[in-house]
């Protein structure tokens, strides 16, 4: 009983979405110096919309289903090569579902602290957790944060593991991480078109697993000071992003770049591991995550990679005296640790896999 009171308490002390309703930020979320973001658009601080200027995301325009394959290759791969990302729109998933989805997992943490403590939990492993920060019990900074992660492939094994409430949410999150994943599928088919490999190069083992990640990230007192995620890469082959208030940043050139949220549109980014299989033919793009003194801002994330015994190393194809291997044979498990033991940290994550 007292454990269990004891628990409970350090719960309401983590989850930032029940505990935290202060006016200055607690000293141990205080970005150090050298990692606090500058520049700030003021829409983060007096309104929930970004407005930056000079601004133009890459998009792929799907046509409903109706699209030029050639064209639409060349420009996911312009995309990814000149921005490391694209916003996808056109996709066949409608915005009902999209609203419903984003709907559900932003109720999730509006609800009373008892309906989420219960999957409150600071490890890797289970099939679902609630969380806050990265890895909350072993880090120095703590980021702006709360999170409900859950496995969702295949479907019909998953969502007996789901949250009951809000009740709508396993119908939701069912009908909609079965068409995020077909549609991951047909981006990856896509690009293994575009790689010269055959059209299913990534089904199997590589693409076996899917998890969704509600991302909560509660108003905080002050954007200047914090993040919401730290700089890192997916540990995904393919994420696709639903968001709909700013506060995603990614870097290009060197600058840290918003990206405006566009209606009905996903963010599709590329993973490590994806890049350490296409040996940096297509590269995983740094991002981060700013927080919002105005609003929360929830995100649903669908990440699509390998299972854990999966062997990683530079396709064949594309492979040869010119492009050489840039990493070692490794499985999906021994990437996953390095990049948690780094804190997400993407220059730390890949040492031990680099060969050059
Ligand atoms: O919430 C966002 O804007 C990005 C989330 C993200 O980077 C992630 O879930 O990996
Ligand atoms: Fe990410």
Redesign the pocket.
């Known amino acids: 009983m007292v454990d269990a009171q004891a628990k409970n308490s350090a719960t309401v002390m983590r989850l930032l979405s029940d505990g935290l309703n202060c006016r200055s930020v607690p000293h141990s979320y205080i970005q150090p110096l050298e990692k606090r973001p500058t520049n700030l658009p003021s829409s983060l601080i007096s309104s929930p919309h970004c407005n930056q200027q000079n601004y133009t995301s890459p998009i792929v325009d799907l046509e409903h289903g109706r699209f030029d394959r050639a064209k639409t290759i060349q420009q996911i791969f312009k995309a990814i090569e000149e921005f490391g990302f694209f916003q996808l729109i056109n996709h066949g998933i409608s915005k009902e579902m999209m609203g419903e989805a984003m709907s559900v997992g932003r109720e999730f943490f509006e609800m009373p602290m008892e309906d989420r403590e219960k999957l409150y939990c600071d490890g890797f492993e289970k099939p679902v957790k609630v969380a806050s920060s990265v890895v909350y019990d072993r880090e120095d900074v703590h980021y702006w944060?709360d999170?409900l992660r859950h496995v969702c492939y295949p479907v019909e094994e998953s969502t007996h593991f789901w949250p009951l409430k809000p009740p709508k949410y396993r119908e939701v999150v069912a009908a909609y991480s079965e068409k995020v994943r077909a549609l991951a599928l047909k981006l990856l088919e896509l690009i293994a078109d575009g790689l010269g490999l055959k059209s299913n190069y990534f089904d199997g083992e590589l693409t076996q697993m899917q998890t969704i990640?509600v991302?909560h990230?509660p108003q905080c007192p002050d954007p200047s000071l914090t993040l919401?995620?730290p700089v890192?890469k997916?540990p995904t082959l393919i994420?696709l992003?639903l968001?709909d208030l700013f506060?995603?940043q990614v870097l290009k050139d060197g600058e840290w770049m918003g990206?405006q949220p566009l209606p009905g549109a996903f963010?599709v980014?590329l993973g490590f591991p994806m890049q350490i299989i296409c040996n940096d033919k297509l590269k995983a793009v740094e991002?981060?995550?700013l927080t919002n003194s105005s609003t929360a801002?929830t995100?649903i994330?669908t990440?699509v990679f390998p299972t854990k015994d999966c062997t990683l190393e530079p396709i064949e194809e594309l492979i040869d005296d010119q492009n050489p291997p840039k990493y070692r044979t490794l499985t999906f498990q021994e990437y996953f640790n390095a990049h948690m033991a780094a804190r997400l940290d993407p220059e730390e994550t890949i040492k031990p896999f680099k060969l050059h």
């Open positions: 944060r999170s990640l991302n990230y919401g995620l890192h997916d994420t992003l968001q506060g995603l990206v963010v980014i991002h981060r995550v801002r995100t994330t990440q």
